[in-house]
Nanobody
Framework: VQLQASGGGLVQPGGSLRLSCAAS????????MAWYRQAPGKQRELVAA???????NYADSVKGRFTISRDDAKNTVYLQMNSLKPGDTAVYYC?????????????????WGQGTKVTVSS
């Protein structure tokens, strides 16, 4: 199973970006999906998460500005980021809890995307 993240870039303060992360491979189902970020010199932190029934959870620092969503038909999770601030600058990573189907077996595992860089600067 692979997660491919995209959508990062350079944006001015107050601007918007939409991140995407598509999962591919021997996927039986996906439960939780999430976005994390890691700024230079800081630990990786949870930004937003979404369960298989659509329940969402956000870090206090992004509530009201970011929206996480998912398209299960495409095995894709999105992060709509509005009103971006310089403090949002980081590498953003997607994460998914996947039930993998291989060789007649189904097992659970967690996977990470490669990261996409978001820079908020004037």
């Amino acid at each position: 199973v692979q997660l491919q993240a995209s959508g990062g870039g350079l944006v001015q303060p107050g601007g918007s970006l939409r991140l995407s992360c598509a999962a591919s491979g021997s996927i039986f189902s996906i439960t939780n999906m999430a976005w994390y970020r890691q700024a230079p010199g800081k630990q990786r932190e949870l930004v937003a998460a979404i369960t298989s029934d659509g329940t969402t959870n956000y870090a206090d620092s992004v509530k009201g500005r970011f929206t996480i969503s998912r398209d299960d038909a495409k095995n894709t999770v999105y992060l709509q980021m509005n009103s971006l601030k310089p403090g949002d600058t980081a590498v953003y990573y997607c994460n998914a809890d996947v039930h993998v189907s291989e060789y007649g077996f189904v097992y659970a595992d967690a996977f990470w995307g490669q990261g996409t860089k978001v820079t908020v600067s004037s």
